[in-house]
């Protein structure tokens, strides 16, 4: 198990390999039965292996042993995946609201529900990375360039996930009826509009 952890800290891509092989059926088992999604499950192990690869310098043995600290990532990471689904949650019941229009009167918004719910349910439907960086982008409000620095992607990988994933949507919302005038080049901050999903 030392071994493992000195040859990771050493940046040997092997035992991030024998980690994983060691660690991952522990790693998932926790993220499925905190999330109770097997998908989600399954995100939430490659993302803490990859958080243990980059971080592999931040590692200290003597704090405690590398499955420890796996265990510690991953929950790090179950919570982010709770947070950012009750977010989505609330976003939904949000969006669901009656509310007063500028007027006095009250209004109901059915269309931009169902454009609410279509986005974050195609939001679920990406690729993993360009979902990533698409949550990122409008749950958290963060720019390219924050999305870059916090998943350690370079920003024109980051801004071509998030165009990629802007163009489904638009594309899945125009085949339901929808002609918002947000796009592709409206990616969020980073464009200076507001989130489409927002």
Do not use: C
């Not at 493992?4 to 522990?26: C, K, S």
């Not at 939904?92 to 109901?108: E, K, Q, S």
């Not at 125009?174 to 005038?181: C, L, M, R, S, V």
Request: hydrophobic share 40%; proline share 5%; no cysteine.
């Amino acid at each position: 198990m030392r071994e493992i952890a000195d040859r990771l800290v050493a940046g040997d891509p092997g035992a991030l390999a024998d980690a994983y092989r060691l660690w991952g059926g522990l790693v998932h088992s926790l993220a499925a039965r905190a999330v109770g999604d097997r998908r989600e499950a399954e995100d939430i192990t490659q993302q803490v292996f990859l958080s243990a690869w980059r971080g592999r310098l931040t590692y200290r043995p003597d704090r405690g042993p590398l499955p420890g600290w796996l265990v510690g990532i991953t929950r790090r990471r179950i919570a982010d995946s709770l947070a950012a689904r009750t977010r989505r949650h609330d976003l939904v019941v949000a969006a669901g609201n009656r509310h007063l229009a500028a007027g006095g009167t009250v209004r109901d918004d059915s269309d931009d529900v169902v454009r609410r719910v279509l986005i974050a349910r195609e939001l679920d439907l990406l690729p993993p990375r360009q979902r990533e960086v698409l949550r990122l982008n409008f749950y958290e409000d963060l720019t390219h360039s924050d999305i870059a620095d916090r998943t350690g992607l370079p920003l024109g990988t980051v801004k071509s996930h998030a165009r990629r994933g802007l163009l489904r949507l638009r594309r899945r919302l125009e085949e339901a009826g929808y002609t918002e005038e947000w796009g592709p080049g409206d990616a969020g901050r980073d464009a200076g509009s507001p989130a489409p999903a927002g």
